[in-house]
C-alpha cells in the first residue's frame, strides 16, 4: 500500500538500507536484510478516519518521543516492540527500529471519562461497548471506573467501528480478548495516574498489541500521545462543557464547523489551526515529560 487515500498523496521517502513496506494514515513502515522494522512518523494528521492535505510541523517527532517515554515509563507491565532509537539521519527523532509483531486485529481502547463516540453510543443505550453505565452522565463525565471499548481496525478510509467484549473474543479468541482487556486498563489507569500528576487528563486512549517471534503480548504502534489519546487541561476540566485539551481538538472543531461531509477528501486546514494545533502537540509533550521540545 503506497498511497494513503487521498489523490495527490506524496509517495514515502526513499532511506538506504532500508525497503519501503507499506504507509499508514501517519507512519511509514520499512525493513532490512534482518528482519527489522523502521518505523517512521510523519508530519500528517488523521481526523474522523481520514488523512489530511494539510501537515502538523514536527507532529512526528512529538509522537515518536512521547511514545518511547511511555513505552519506558510502562515497560514493567507489558513488553514493547522498540529495538532502537538509533535510526537514519534523514528520519532523526521522528523514527524507531522495532521489532516485528503479529498484531490483533483489534484496537484496545480504555476510556475514564464519556466523550466522543463513547458519549454518541452512551445516549442511544446508557451503555459503551456492553458496558453498561449510570443514568445521568454528560460529556465529559467521569466514569465510576475504567472501561474497555474495543473497535475494529480500518482501512483508510473506512471507519473503525466500536465493539464489545463478547464481539472481540470472536475475532482474538476468548483468553486474549480477557488479557488485552487486562493489559489495556491496566496501562491506562497507570498512565492516567502519571499524567494527573502533570495536570493531566487522561480521557481515553487506544492501543495496539501484537505477538512477538517468541509468542509474548508486546505493546506496539505508539502509546498515549495526542493523536492516540485525549489529553485535558485538569484545572478546566468541567462535565457537561468542552474541555481544552492537548491533542488534535483544534482540527477536530474545524472540520465539524466548515460543513465538510466526513465523506468526501477532506479540506486544507488554516494556517491558525496548524499552529495552534502544533502547539498543544508541544505542550503535551513538555507538560508530560517536563522537557522542551
Known amino acids: ?19 519501503h513496506l507499506r504507509t499508514g494514515k501517519v507512519r511509514d513502515l520499512y525493513t532490512n536484510d534482518s528482519d527489522e522494522i523502521l518505523l517512521v512518523a510523519s508530519d500528517r494528521i488523521s481526523a474522523f478516519d481520514w488523512v489530511l492535505p494539510s501537515e502538523i510541523p514536527n507532529k512526528g517527532a512529538i509522537l515518536t518521543q512521547l511514545s518511547l517515554f511511555w513505552f519506558e515509563l510502562l515497560e514493567d507491565i507489558v513488553p514493547n516492540h522498540i529495538v532502537s532509537d538509533e535510526v537514519p539521519s534523514s528520519v532523526s527523532d521522528r523514527a524507531v527500529i522495532v521489532k516485528p509483531l503479529d498484531m490483533f486485529a ?13 458519549l454518541t453510543e452512551y445516549k442511544n443505550s446508557q451503555a459503551v461497548c456492553g458496558n453498561l453505565l449510570p443514568a445521568g452522565l454528560v ?59 502533570r495536570g493531566i487528563i487522561l480521557a481515553d486512549t487506544k492501543f495496539e498489541f501484537g505477538r512477538d517471534v517468541k509468542g509474548f503480548i508486546t505493546l506496539g504502534d505508539e502509546a498515549l500521545t495526542p493523536d492516540s489519546s485525549r489529553f485535558w487541561e485538569a484545572t478546566s476540566w468541567s462535565p457537561g462543557s468542552a474541555s481544552a485539551s492537548f491533542d488534535k481538538q ?18 486544507e486546514l488554516p494556517a491558525e489551526i496548524i499552529e495552534k494545533t502544533a502547539a498543544r502537540y508541544e505542550e503535551a509533550y513538555f507538560r508530560i515529560t517536563g522537557m522542551k521540545f
Open 1 to 19: 500500500m503506497s498511497g494513503f487515500g487521498l489523490a495527490g498523496a506524496p509517495p514515502a521517502p526513499s532511506i538506504i538500507g532500508w525497503q
Open 106 to 118: 483489534i484496537e484496545c481502547v480504555a476510556r475514564g471519562y464519556l466523550t466522543g463516540s463513547g
Open 139 to 197: 460529556d465529559g463525565s467521569r466514569l465510576p471506573e475504567t472501561i474497555f471499548t474495543p473497535a475494529t481496525k480500518a482501512e483508510i478510509g473506512d471507519h473503525d467501528i466500536n465493539i464489545d467484549f463478547a464481539a472481540a473474543t470472536k475475532v482474538v479468541g476468548d483468553a486474549d480478548a480477557a488479557q488485552l482487556r487486562d493489559l489495556t486498563i491496566k496501562l491506562y489507569d497507570t498512565a492516567a495516574e502519571f499524567a494527573s500528576s
Open 250 to 267: 483544534f482540527v477536530r472543531d474545524f472540520l465539524t464547523a466548515s460543513g465538510w461531509d466526513k465523506k468526501s477528501p477532506p479540506p
